[in-house]
């Protein structure tokens, strides 16, 4: 079993930066790889950025290429993502996922994923 903890998130207006972190617990975490997704009202959940387990390979929604990053700090346990330029549609509720499949995590199919924490961008 993984356990993802969440935190960072908040408000921020147009242009902008926020960070957020999760933490994972449980066994062999820096086996899986570590990915976000989001949700923004009234929409379907989607992909938004994936790293493997030893960080040398990473993945975008085309949406957020270029101004986001993703990391990982795997004596932390730890996945951040650093959202940098940030736009009133980045708003959504971002959950931090895990999985042992790069492309599970890509296709939103991963076994676990945080508790959620809220972005909202102000125009």
């Known amino acids: 079993q993984v356990q993802l903890v969440q935190s960072g998130g908040g408000s921020v207006q147009a242009g902008g930066s926020l960070r957020l972190s999760c933490a994972a617990s449980?066994?062999?975490?820096?086996?899986?790889?570590m990915g976000w997704s989001r949700q923004a009202p009234g929409k379907e959940r989607e992909f938004v950025a994936v790293?493997?387990?030893?960080?040398?390979?990473?993945d975008y929604a085309d949406s957020v290429k270029g101004r986001f990053t993703i990391s990982r700090d795997n004596a932390k346990n730890t996945v951040y993502l650093q959202m940098n330029s940030l736009k009133p549609e980045d708003t959504a509720v971002y959950y931090c996922?895990?999985?042992?499949?790069?492309?599970?995590?890509?296709?939103?199919?991963?076994?676990?994923w945080g508790q959620g924490t809220r972005v909202t961008v102000s125009s």
């Open positions: 996922n895990a999985d042992r499949s790069f492309d599970h995590i890509a296709t939103l199919k991963y076994d676990y």
């Open positions: 449980g066994r062999t975490s820096s086996l899986y790889a």
């Open positions: 790293i493997n387990w030893s960080g040398d390979t990473t």
